[in-house]
């Protein structure tokens, strides 16, 4: 007798292909104007194993990327002679950010608003006890496995590149962002996730533009250094206002939907609890983040320059680097 321990990977890469061809016709506008609902293919691991293929590819672009051309022009732009290893490191790392930020930020533009539920959020919850949030369009599909992919190989990269002092609090987000995807995309409160996914991003571009502008500045230093470093204060300033907006302000309406509005059209249970507990940690970690905001504004408003303080300082960097050479 045989048992399978999987939906082998024939079956995982035609539902990878199916998801990824809905989502390049939504994002082209090709899409048909009538969809099918599918719910989640959890019986044998399948979108499981999607998630992880898509992980797997995330890390892959990532890296090859990284190393093969942005690190390359990062030493262009910031000057062979005058940039450290760290430096053009630290450079990469911010434009690959910016690169995955500005793309799903984009993505959920362009799907999470179209779907038929978005508003009010009271549409988020009807039809929660009757099992009908489960199913949800390729698409959508597709957007939810590939975020919680790019958060997957995020847990990993965070490992090998660059450490910055919220090295625990980012992998607390990562973590809990991929086991809120999970729960929710299994649970039935994809509705929530999506537009929790589709605030999350967008306050991240500005702010690894704001981190270029400055690595530029401060690498080629001279007569160019003030206007990059405007440059970043600006950005900066664009990034803290969308980030109080969007994670201070509509994300906890989202908290408050799932904790009270929701509980007007079911009983909760385990997994709900679970979802909110979830929901709150990353409100948390939201508050966190955004202290340290106000900690950098406070600096610049005294004259100081605008810096992301969960980095170590490019001095601190450099000096650990030269005591392992010794």
Known sequence: MTTSVGPGFEPVLEESLRCLKAFGEKLMGTAPAKVALRKPILHDGTDVYV??????????LNWGLRLLVVEPLAAMMLGKKSASRAKVQKFAQSSLEMIFYGSFTVFGLLIVPQQPW?????????????????AIPDD??????????????GVVSVLVEHKRKDFWEMQAHHLVTVGL????????????????MALLDPADVPLHTAKQFKYIGDARGGAVKPLFQ??????FYVFGASFFVMRLVLYPYIVWSAHFEA??????DAGAW???VLLY??????????????????????????????????????????????
């Open 51 to 60: 998630t992880a293929l898509y992980a797997l590819g995330f890390f892959v």
């Open 118 to 134: 978005f508003w009010p959020s009271e549409n988020w919850w009807i039809g929660f006890k009757e099992g009908a949030t489960l």
């Open 140 to 153: 959508l599909k597709a957007y939810y496995l590939m975020y919680a992919a790019r958060y997957m190989q």
């Open 181 to 196: 995807i999970a729960l929710s995309y299994a649970y039935g409160w994809n509705r929530v996730g999506a537009c929790v």
């Open 230 to 235: 405007n440059l970043a204060d600006v950005c």
């Open 263 to 268: 509980a007007r059209y079911f009983e909760y």
């Open 274 to 276: 679970a979802c909110v």
């Open 281 to 326: 940690i990353l409100l948390l970690l939201q508050v966190y983040w955004f202290a340290l905001i106000v900690k950098v504004a406070i600096k610049a408003a005294k004259g100081g320059e605008a810096q992301d303080v969960r980095s170590d300082d490019e001095e601190e960097e450099d000096d650990k680097q030269k005591k392992k050479k010794k």
